[in-house]
């Protein structure tokens, strides 16, 4: 049984609650009744979400300042508060199921949860439900894009290799999480090295952790991922710095299943609304990223 960190207030602690196996917080309405603001939205909610008051959103709570969680396991980051602000205006509980990332889209599509929030780009690959080489591989999802992120490269402190760009990579070793869309960057740059007579070595790890261990042991030069998790990890880290610019900035967006327009097109005004009401801006300060602070909700936006 995990901890949360709860909004104050009778209101909000009348509705705390806790469920085995997963981590909730807390977006019940301080209000009620007929005048309670949140019930247009809530009635735009899918049956089975407003019959039991709770949204279950998925997130691999490994990746700080995005997705993390503290040593009682209570989820942190810029998702978490989001989805707590979601919450609120949706009038709902917003469960957080803490999972792998690569089990992240396969859960959603066997129903285990109802949307995904954990730092995902918006692709084609991922809405078509493609492999790299097109091939269609699932049903593919749909997101409300709510934020908007580019790739960055850490490596040792001091860049002992002069590691700037992806072409820096030629010839050596890098380190990244599976199933990111920094893989499929990274793909496309084998290709790229072994043109150029340089092969590129990747090793793929389940967890972007494990993926910087390998840089801070030397047995990578690099580690590629979200910017605003590369800043957070070199100044948090001595051993780390980021290197160059961003790379393809593209925007996050809460994957939610084919097929679940209902609950997409709620989700897409319950982001409007936060971004509205102000909550939105005050979470990105609280976690220094206004820099990917988007203006409204887009639906499959992404490139």
């Not at 949204?55 to 700080?64: C, E, R």
């Amino acid at each position: 049984m995990h901890g949360t960190t709860l909004p104050t207030g009778p209101a909000a602690r009348a509705c705390a609650a806790l469920a085995a196996g997963s981590l909730l917080v807390t977006g019940c309405s301080s209000t009620a009744g007929s005048k309670d603001p949140t019930a247009a939205l809530r009635s735009q909610l899918p049956a089975p979400v407003k019959s039991a008051g709770v949204l279950k959103i998925a997130s691999d709570l490994t990746y700080a300042p995005v997705d993390y969680k503290d040593a009682n396991g209570t989820p942190l980051g810029l998702d978490p508060d989001l989805a707590l602000e979601l919450g609120k205006v949706l009038g709902v509980k917003v469960q957080i199921v803490d999972t792998p990332f690569d089990k992240l889209i396969p859960g959603l599509q066997e129903k285990k949860f109802d949307a995904v929030m954990s730092a995902l780009t918006d692709s084609r690959q991922r809405r078509d439900g493609t492999d790299e080489n097109g091939k269609v591989i699932n049903p593919g999802v749909d997101f409300v894009d709510y934020f908007i992120a580019g790739t960055s490269i850490l490596v040792g402190k001091g860049n002992p290799k002069g590691i700037k760009t992806l072409d820096d990579f030629c010839g050596h070793t890098v380190a990244l999480q599976r199933g990111t869309t920094q893989a499929e960057i990274v793909n496309h740059q084998v290709t790229a090295c072994e043109r150029s007579g340089k092969p590129l070595t990747v090793h793929y790890s389940d967890s972007d952790d494990l993926a910087r261990a390998e840089v801070a042991a030397g047995r990578a030069v690099a580690d590629l991922n979200d910017f605003p998790v590369a800043v957070y990890a070199a100044k948090n880290d001595a051993k780390f710095e980021v290197a160059g610019a961003q790379q393809q900035p593209e925007p996050y967006g809460i994957g939610v299943a084919k097929g679940n327009q209902q609950l997409r097109d709620a989700l897409a005004k319950a982001v409007d609304q936060v971004i509205r009401n102000g909550s939105y801006d005050t979470v990105l300060t609280k976690w220094g990223l206004t820099a990917g602070a988007a203006q409204n909700a887009v639906v499959n936006g992404g490139d």
